[in-house]
């Protein structure tokens, strides 16, 4: 009996921590991340997650030839700076921002329209024993027509 | 005591259940490496370890500067009369509509329809009211809008904030189907505006379809996304559909170059370098325009 009393509560929990750990994301994509894409329009897509250290997503994207793009990935400040690889279909890799000292924005145009595959890491740094950290990722795109 | 245990321990397993799944598009699982290739096991591998996987569409804002750039005229007798929200009664069809309306109001936008400007945004309200997703469009958006109705730049801004909010609140309360379905609408309104803006007259030498031919490109990513909420009456049904988009997109052929990346340092933008080649008959096209249309009819019936 008293774990049935217990189970909506909890169920209540759940969905109060989710829609909070969410709307925390939200908030930080829209105040940490969107102005990044200045001077480009933001596409209006919202991408954002909670990872946890060590801890990759994908996103793939068709990007065309009429356009300049700029990527924004942000990570929360908890967490170690993130890393982001830009593949073509065939997974070859294009860009790595671990080359530009995890710089949180690429801006890329393409001769022509192109399927496009991103993966984004959390790299580990805690020390051993301690527990790995987590807070929000977004990935936004800004767009402007190809001058 | 023993209640009170219980109680932290399922709390805490709540906290770091929350913690660890919750904001990602899709969380993976073993159904979906029925998405990837077969023949290319090195994205399988790829995909198989990424904990969060977005598929993403062009947004209304990005199709309708897609379709402007291609040097288009505007037609509002292709865009879905607002008169036709007193119709919308549905999750699906407020869904599907809010994409769709969104699409218009940014293909109006671009092109400085300043009454159609307003009547779109308000259209899109009633869809995203009638979804119950909160502060989405508030009147103050609507009100800056009018403010700012000749300035293209602080309305693209408005309509790509609106989005966002529309599409992450989904996003946010777990209603991936809707979301999906806001996505689909967008860009089936751009491809029909699109489709209906060709002349066969000069359709070689028309830019946009060029255009039309890229979304080949998105529609099995359209498909993964879908995928996502296979199971849900609505979503399967688009699913069927935009299957028959896909047959015919099969049968047109896109051959790229391998792209070469090159860092411009003057601009410091990256050029992906590469050489495409593809081929869209017209008799292709015909099948296609027709199967869009009647599928976007259906959405805005």
Redesign the interface.
């Known amino acids: 009996m ?2 049935l009393r ?1 189970f909506p ?2 169920s209540l ?2 969905l109060v ?3 909070t ?3 925390q ?2 908030a930080f ?2 105040a940490d991340c969107l102005p990044e894409l200045a001077p480009y ?12 250290e060590g ?8 990007f ?5 793009y700029r990527l924004a990935v942000c990570g929360e400040e908890i967490l170690p700076p993130v890393e982001f690889i830009v593949m ?1 279909a ?3 890799i ?2 790595t921002n671990k080359n530009a000292n995890f710089s949180r924005t ?10 496009l ?1 991103f ?1 984004i890491k959390v790299n580990s740094s805690s020390e051993q024993g301690s527990s790995p950290k ?1 807070g ?1 990722v977004a ?1 936004m795109f800004g ?1 402007k ?2 001058k | 005591m023993l209640g009170n245990r219980i109680l932290i321990l399922l709390f805490l397993s709540a906290w770091v259940m929350t913690g660890c799944n919750s904001g990602g598009r899709k969380m993976k699982k073993e159904s979906d490496s029925l998405l990837i290739p077969r023949d290319d096991a090195g994205v399988y591998e790829e995909i198989k370890k990424a904990e969060k996987v977005f598929y993403t569409l062009p947004s209304p804002l990005e199709s309708a500067m897609l379709i402007k750039s291609a040097g288009a005229k505007f037609d509002d007798n292709l865009l879905n009369p607002v008169d036709n929200t007193r119709n919308y009664i549905t999750n699906k069809s407020m869904a599907l509509n809010l994409g769709i309306y969104t699409c218009d109001l940014s293909f109006a936008s671009l092109y400085d329809q300043t009454q159609l400007i307003i009547n779109y945004m308000n259209a899109a309200k009633k869809m995203a009211d009638g979804l119950g997703i909160l502060k989405a469009i508030e009147q103050e958006d609507i009100d800056r809008l009018e403010e700012n109705i000749h300035n293209t730049d602080v309305i693209m801004d408005i309509v790509s904030q609106t989005y966002l909010n529309s599409n992450s609140y989904l996003e946010d309360n777990g209603q991936t189907a809707i979301a999906a379905m806001v996505l689909v609408g967008g860009w089936m309104e751009g491809l029909y505006i699109s489709t209906r803006l060709i002349d066969l007259k000069d359709f070689n030498s028309n830019k946009l379809v060029g255009r039309i031919i890229d979304q080949k490109l998105s529609v099995d990513i359209l498909l993964s996304l879908l995928e996502d909420s296979k199971g849900h009456p609505a979503i399967d049904e688009i699913i069927v559909q935009v299957n028959k988009i896909k047959l015919i997109f099969d049968k047109v052929t896109i051959k790229t170059s391998p792209i070469r990346p090159e860092y411009d340092q003057s601009t410091s933008v990256t050029v992906l370098k590469s050489e495409v080649q593809s081929d869209l008959s017209q008799e292709v096209f015909r099948e296609l325009a027709v199967a869009v249309a009647e599928i976007r009819n259906s959405f805005v019936k």
């Open positions: 008293r774990i217990i509560v909890v929990l759940f921590f989710s829609v750990a969410n709307a994301c939200k994509a829209k329009t933001h596409d209006g897509n919202y991408h954002a997650a909670v990872l946890t801890e990759e997503a994908e996103l793939f994207k068709t065309y030839s009429d356009m300049d073509d065939s997974n070859n294009l860009y690429w801006d890329f145009k393409l001769e022509s329209s192109q399927q595959k993966v987590s929000c990935i767009f027509i190809k």
